[in-house]
């Protein structure tokens, strides 16, 4: 059955209230402070007399210093308390801030409109655990990837919304401030009323003793995330798009004025287009990753990061305009959409990073813990967006120009990225399997869901061509542990490829019994820790098409560890330049073409007992079929 769509989940009440309740929180957490941000600009003096770029700046540090100070207490109380409890209690506050700030709005008292931007931080602080730890309770693993597109798609499109409707409103008049102030106590109670609907959320550690100490909580969760590698570089992967992404939308103000010579309509535009890239990359990921977590996505995400990055910087030395342009006069002068294009692609190569990076944390973290860990992730993202800042003062104190400070941000990603994937190179791994199944062949996977999501089984295949374990590997829903002929595991420049899989070399009796015994040593504790261990029990590939006779490996390995076996059949290898059919292998490369079509068909568990290599090559021969 064809998997259905992300969007039919916004149909569905395990995800709709809650997406809904996120998307009107971060549409009026943006209009509330652009609005107020746009009217210290342009109307500072009937306001304070405090100097207006000092009050830029200081009011998005008063929106963040709440994610530094309560994210550690925020994460404990989301796995401690029921999640549509939680939401609907941070919703109501909200109401109550959004009723500060218009009491601010109508009476002109900027200290109560700076105190509900703090209030707005810690709104938002609250809620995010709740966030993303919400998702792997209500959707199931094939849906992550979707449900999460859709959450960082409605989150970008909610800032670019409340950005635009903040400044449009404000500045009507006469009733710009009331516009203002009414309008986002109305969307605070649409948000409350939503939140309503959310189902319930059990919380995975209700006994959970709270710790108050925001430094030292921060530390432990920092340092138990720490444990689980991938998840620890996950969060300093998401935080590191956090600090290039600071780095370059605080430079859209200044870019789009100075550099570009454009109005705020101008500014406006590369918000938007930048907001619609990340919209699209994000909703993208699930095309791209076939419905399951695949991080393969994450390496090709900031790859795509340095390269507009770096051409952004190279559109800019291109742009010639010096004359002041509003947004229709910019868009038809030469260079414009270049610019445009580089900033699309920035926005779309970032959802392809982040959302792969946010599924990882939901399906590899300790449930109990999810909330906290990320809570921590949520203190890394603020202390690199405060670092981002700082580096950004001093590029420009250096004297570089903005697009130099574009150059130099896509080199630094592109250096740190290749420091991840080099300390957890399963990122790199997963994205060689991804690139070279889907761009030489299309592959299908049917009934794959019948593959356990946790929990240990073997997975047995007909073997006919080298390509047969990047097929698997593409197709599976979780890490798989291959078993495969010593010599080829040993070979030179890439045996390192085989030793990141964690693949196990397995010899004859006959040739080497000790390397044999090794093997089955490893496939039994792979097993007891859980993991998917996938063999070819005809030991060699096939030299005619047909499923050769099957070894008695596999009863070994069952009267160690009794665990289910998984049947499965590849089609439409043989015949390949990868298989061993008769022909010129250039001349087959050319009769099939480069994208021709694959098949990973999954069949139904065999119990152990009844798991004889005969009936397991006969089920293997059923699922294939006829096409080879």
Request: aromatic letters at 10%; charged letters at 15%.
């Given at each position: 059955m064809k998997p259905a769509s992300q969007f039919s989940l916004l149909l569905q009440r395990r995800f709709a209230p809650f997406f809904w309740t996120q998307f009107l929180g971060a549409l009026n957490d943006n209009v509330f402070k652009t609005a107020l941000l746009t009217v210290l600009t342009f109307d500072a003096l009937s306001w304070t007399?405090?100097?207006v770029g000092q009050l830029n700046q200081l009011i998005?540090?008063?929106?963040?210093?709440?994610?530094?100070?309560?994210?550690?207490?925020?994460?404990?109380?989301?796995?401690?308390?029921?999640?549509?409890?939680?939401?609907?209690?941070?919703?109501?506050?909200?109401?109550?801030?959004?009723?500060?700030?218009?009491?601010?709005?109508?009476?002109?008292?900027?200290?109560?409109?700076?105190?509900?931007?703090?209030?707005?931080?810690l709104h938002s602080t609250l809620f995010g655990p709740v966030k993303y730890a919400y998702l792997p309770q209500h959707l199931k693993t094939d849906e992550l990837v979707g449900g999460n597109g859709i959450v960082e798609m409605g989150t970008f499109v909610g800032i670019l919304l409340g950005e635009m409707l903040g400044a449009l409103l404000v500045?009507?008049?006469?009733?710009?401030?009331?516009?203002?102030?009414?309008?986002?106590?109305?969307?605070?109670?649409?948000?409350?009323?939503?939140?309503?609907?959310?189902?319930?959320?059990?919380?995975?550690?209700?006994?959970?003793?709270?710790?108050?100490?925001?430094?030292?909580?921060?530390?432990?969760?920092?340092?138990?995330?720490?444990?689980?590698?991938?998840v620890f570089l996950s969060l300093l992967a998401n935080s590191w798009f956090w600090f290039y992404g600071a780095i370059v939308l605080a430079q859209f103000p200044q870019y789009a004025k100075v550099y570009l010579h454009g109005d705020h309509s101008v500014f406006v535009l590369l918000l938007a287009v930048f907001s619609v890239g990340i919209g699209a990359g994000s909703l993208l990921c699930e095309r791209l990753s076939g419905h399951k977590v695949e991080i393969g996505l994450v390496p090709f995400g900031a790859f795509g990061l340095s390269l507009f990055g770096i051409d952004l910087y190279l559109s800019s030395t291109h742009y010639v305009n010096v004359a002041t342009v509003d947004l229709w006069q910019f868009i038809v002068l030469p260079g414009s959409w270049k610019i445009l294009f580089d900033i699309v692609g920035i926005g779309i190569f970032g959802g392809l990073y982040i959302v792969p990076l946010f599924?990882?944390?939901?399906?590899?973290?300790?449930?109990?813990?999810?909330?906290?860990?990320?809570?921590?992730?949520?203190?890394?993202?603020?202390?690199?967006?405060?670092?981002?800042?700082?580096s950004a003062m001093v590029m420009l104190r250096c004297g570089l120009s903005i697009p130099q400070i574009f150059l130099v941000t896509a080199c630094l990603n592109a250096l740190v990225a290749l420091y991840?994937?080099?300390?957890?190179?399963?990122?790199?791994?997963?994205?060689?399997?991804?690139?070279?199944?889907?761009t030489i062949h299309k592959v299908r996977g049917i009934d794959i869901d019948r593959i356990p999501a946790n929990g240990a089984a073997i997975l047995v295949c007909n073997h006919v061509s080298y390509l047969d374990a990047l097929v698997i590997a593409a197709c599976a829903p979780r890490p798989i542990r291959f078993v495969m002929d010593y010599r080829i595991f040993n070979l030179p420049v890439?045996?390192?490829?085989?030793?990141?899989?964690?693949?196990?070399?397995?010899?004859?009796?006959?040739?080497?019994?000790?390397?044999?015994?090794?093997?089955?040593?490893?496939?039994?504790?792979?097993?007891?820790?859980?993991?998917?261990?996938?063999?070819?029990?005809?030991?060699?590939l096939t030299e005619h098409g047909e499923v050769n006779p099957f070894k008695n490996g596999i009863q070994q390995i069952l009267s160690r560890t009794p665990v289910p076996v998984i049947p499965m059949a590849l089609r439409g290898l043989w015949?390949?330049?990868?298989?061993?059919?008769?022909?010129?292998?250039?001349?087959?490369?050319?009769?099939?073409?480069l994208f021709s079509r694959l098949e990973l068909i999954v069949g139904q568990p065999v119990n152990a007992t009844q798991a004889s290599p005969e009936y397991l090559r006969h089920c293997v021969q059923e699922l294939r079929g006829e096409w080879k």
């Open positions: 007399a405090m100097d998005p540090g008063l929106f963040i210093l709440p994610f530094m100070l309560f994210s550690a207490s925020a994460g404990q109380i989301a796995d401690k308390v029921e999640k549509g409890r939680l939401a609907r209690a941070v919703k109501l506050l909200e109401v109550l801030i959004m009723s500060v700030a218009a009491l601010g709005w109508f009476s002109h008292q900027l200290w109560l409109l700076v105190a509900a931007v703090a209030g707005m931080g500045v009507h008049q006469p009733w710009g401030i009331h516009l203002v102030a009414l309008g986002t106590i109305g969307i605070a109670l649409l948000g409350c009323a939503m939140s309503w609907k959310i189902p319930l959320s059990p919380a995975p550690a209700p006994d959970l003793v709270m710790n108050w100490n925001p430094f030292t909580e921060t530390v432990r969760n920092i340092g138990f995330s720490s444990h689980n590698r991938p599924a990882l944390i939901q399906t590899r973290c300790d449930p109990q813990h999810m909330s906290r860990t990320i809570a921590g992730m949520n203190i890394l993202n603020s202390l690199f967006m405060v670092v981002a800042a700082l991840i994937f080099t300390v957890v190179p399963e990122f790199l791994l997963r994205f060689l399997v991804w690139a070279l199944v889907h890439i045996s390192w490829l085989f030793k990141t899989a964690k693949a196990i070399p397995i010899s004859t009796a006959k040739e080497n019994p000790w390397i044999m015994e090794h093997a089955f040593v490893d496939i039994a504790k792979a097993l007891h820790e859980g993991d998917l261990v996938c063999i070819f029990p005809e030991g060699r015949g390949s330049i990868y298989s061993r059919s008769g022909g010129n292998p250039f001349e087959r490369a050319f009769r099939r073409g």
